[in-house]
């Protein structure tokens, strides 16, 4: 039998499941091409395709495209690398001490001499522990005080009383004054921690 052009009755018709699966595929690849052309749509390109300050040469537009490309395609996003810093590392003292004035000051040490963290941090208020050389806290302080106060130096000096040999610490919410070397532990009224010192 020869098919003809003007005989369409005759010519060969696909079976009614190989055109479902046709169909099938192809909408749900155009769903996928509609879903990223709508997703394109919405970025704000501007300017004409020529232009070099375009928002198409914006790095930002472009991770965005690509992020909404890799979010149809089923990718996840690179993860972004590591970068190593140059910075020395931070070493806290093996034993934290406040002291008057005659103790150094620094990064105790595992052997050596006995030295006064200079590097105080506060856990209660996470903010970092002023010192004030020869000098004490007026009895009449209290949490009011230096929650108001609290970092500016020369509000704080109202209440410092000259004492040689002594040396005034504060946070935002707590102070003392020591002459003589105390031991800071998880037993003291204050929360007060190495907050680390820069090695090289």
């Given amino acids: 039998m020869i098919l003809t052009a003007s005989d369409p009755s005759s010519l060969a018709r696909p079976t009614s499941s190989a ?12 769903r996928k091409k509609d879903d990223l052309e709508t997703l394109l749509s919405d970025l704000d390109f501007g300017g004409t395709p020529n232009n070099s300050m375009n928002g198409r040469n914006n790095p930002s537009v472009l991770a965005a495209a690509a992020a909404a490309v890799q979010k149809l395609a089923g990718e996840q996003p690179p993860v972004p690398s590591r970068k190593s810093s140059t910075i020395g590392s931070k070493q806290k003292c ?12 620094g990064r105790m040490a595992a052997v050596g001499a006995l030295t006064c963290c200079d590097a105080l941090r506060c856990t209660k208020c996470d903010f970092r522990v002023e010192q004030f050389d020869n000098f004490d806290w007026d009895d009449d302080v209290d949490y009011l005080f230096f929650r108001n ?6 509000k704080l000096a109202d209440k410092l009383r000259k004492r ?13 004054s020591a002459m003589e070397q105390t031991k800071l532990d998880f ?3 204050v929360r007060w921690v190495c907050a680390g010192h820069l090695t090289e």
């Fill in 187 to 189: 037993s003291s009224e």
């Fill in 164 to 176: 040689p040999g002594a040396v005034a610490y504060c946070c935002q919410c707590s102070w003392l």
């Fill in 19 to 30: 055109v479902g699966s046709q169909s099938r595929v192809f909408s749900a690849s155009q």
């Fill in 149 to 154: 106060n609290f970092p500016t130096e020369e």
């Fill in 94 to 105: 093996t034993g934290v001490f406040v002291a008057g004035t005659a103790l150094p000051r």
